[in-house]
């Protein structure tokens, strides 16, 4: 069975870099047709996806957080990472990471409240 967990600071800075870690446990990062995911959801509002890191290491990012998103992994260690830089109030929300393949999202973390606040 696939398990995910977050973990991170909960409360960061304006203007100062988010960073969260996932690790995975069950499947491989590195295996075929896998697609790491960050997705966030602010207080009171809907999902929003953030990027992605895939098997191979390719990455992608929502055109309007991909000036400030970094994702990165460490395939000795099983897990991907999120870097989000020069962050805002309105960057508050849980963040989730899950696994994205063609039959869609079927595992995920728990989620980790990050407030950015000062």
């Known amino acids: 069975q696939v398990q995910l967990q977050e973990s991170g600071p909960g409360l960061v800075n304006p203007s100062q870099t988010l960073s969260l870690t996932c690790a995975v446990s069950?499947?491989?990062?590195?295996?075929?047709?896998?697609?790491w995911t960050w997705i966030r959801q602010p207080p009171g509002k809907g999902l929003e996806w953030i990027g992605y890191?895939?098997?191979?290491?390719?990455?992608y990012y929502s055109p309007s957080l991909k000036s400030r998103t970094s994702i990165s992994r460490d395939t000795s260690k099983n897990q991907f990472t999120l870097q989000l830089n020069s962050v805002i109030p309105e960057d508050t929300a849980a963040y989730y990471c899950?696994?994205?393949?063609?039959?869609?999202?079927?595992?995920w973390g728990q989620g980790t409240q990050v407030t950015v606040s000062s």
């Open positions: 899950t696994r994205y393949r063609d039959l869609g999202y079927e595992y």
């Open positions: 069950g499947e491989s990062i590195t295996s075929h047709g896998y697609y």
């Open positions: 890191i895939d098997y191979s290491g390719t990455t």
